[in-house]
T-cell receptor, first 114, second 113 residues
Framework: NAGVMQNPRHLVRRRGQEARLRCSPMKGHSHVYWYRQLPEEGLKFMVYLQKENIIDESGMPKERFSAEFPKEGPSILRIQQVVRGDSAAYFC????????????FGQGTRLTVV | QQQVKQSPQSLIVQKGGISIINCAYENTAFDYFPWYQQFPGKGPALLIAIRPDVSEKKEGRFTISFNKSAKQFSLHIMDSQPGDSATYFCAALTQGGSEKLVFGKGTKLTVNP
C-alpha cells in the first residue's frame, strides 16, 4: 500500500517559469491538503481539496498559485511565473472520510527558483 | 500572528535524557493537538496526538501533557536516543470544516550518544 506520492522530489525553475507539483494520495483517500514549508519555518496550510472541488483555499496566495484535484489523476499545485520567494518545500497530505483526523504526508517537492 | 508558538527552537540532549518541547496556542476553537516528527528530506510523520478532554497521553517513550486552562501542551521524550534526532512540530486543528493543521515553527532535537 503505497503512501502519499509526490513528484518531482526536486524541481529547479528559472524566474518567470511555471512549476507543476503533483501529488497522488494514498489509495482510498479523497481529501488532499497542500502545505508550504519555508526554511527554518513550520508548515503553512495552502489549500484543501476533495475530488473535483476546492474546499478551502484561504492559505493560497491570491495570484500565480492554483490547485486542482481532478476526478482521475493526481492533485496538481501550479505556480505560474515563479519568483525566488517561492523557493520552499511543498508537502501534500491526504486522508480519507473514515480515517479520523490522521493525515499522511508525502515526502515533499523541494522547489528552487534561480 | 503565530497561532501556535513552539519552544525551544533547538534542543541538545544526552542519550538517556528527557527531551521537553513546549507549545502554546491562542485559538480556543482548537480541539485536536498532534505532534509530528520530521527527518531531513522527509515529510512529517504523526507521532502522537491528544484531545483537550485528556490531560496526558503516553505512547511508549513519548508523552503529551495538556493544560487546557493555560492553553499549553508539551511533548516529553523519555530515555532519548540518537535515533530521535529530528525536527518536531506541534500542531493544532479544529474538527469540522476543513480541519487544516496549524503548525508551530518546529524544534530541532539533537540527541548526543
Amino acid at each position: 500500500n503505497a503512501g502519499v506520492m509526490q513528484n518531482p522530489r526536486h524541481l529547479v525553475r528559472r524566474r518567470g517559469q511555471e512549476a507543476r507539483l503533483r501529488c497522488s494520495p494514498m489509495k482510498g483517500h479523497s481529501h488532499v491538503y497542500w502545505y508550504r514549508q519555508l526554511p527554518e519555518e513550520g508548515l503553512k496550510f495552502m489549500v484543501y481539496l476533495q475530488k473535483e472541488n476546492i474546499i478551502d483555499e484561504s492559505g493560497m496566495p491570491k495570484e500565480r498559485f492554483s490547485a486542482e484535484f481532478p476526478k482521475e489523476g493526481p492533485s496538481i499545485l501550479r505556480i505560474q511565473q515563479v519568483v525566488r520567494g517561492d523557493s520552499a518545500a511543498y508537502f501534500c497530505a491526504s486522508r480519507n472520510e473514515l480515517g479520523g483526523l490522521r493525515a499522511f504526508f508525502g515526502q515533499g517537492t523541494r522547489l528552487t527558483v534561480v | 500572528q503565530q497561532q501556535v508558538k513552539q519552544s525551544p527552537q533547538s534542543l541538545i540532549v544526552q542519550k538517556g535524557g528527557i527531551s521537553i518541547i513546549n507549545c502554546a496556542y491562542e485559538n480556543t476553537a482548537f480541539d485536536y493537538f498532534p505532534w509530528y516528527q520530521q527527518f531531513p528530506g522527509k515529510g512529517p510523520a504523526l507521532l502522537i496526538a491528544i484531545r483537550p478532554d485528556v490531560s496526558e497521553k503516553k505512547e511508549g517513550r513519548f508523552t503529551i501533557s495538556f493544560n487546557k486552562s493555560a492553553k499549553q501542551f508539551s511533548l516529553h521524550i523519555m530515555d532519548s536516543q540518537p535515533g530521535d534526532s529530528a525536527t518536531y512540530f506541534c500542531a493544532a486543528l479544529t474538527q469540522g470544516g476543513s480541519e487544516k493543521l496549524v503548525f508551530g515553527k518546529g524544534t530541532k532535537l539533537t540527541v548526543n550518544p
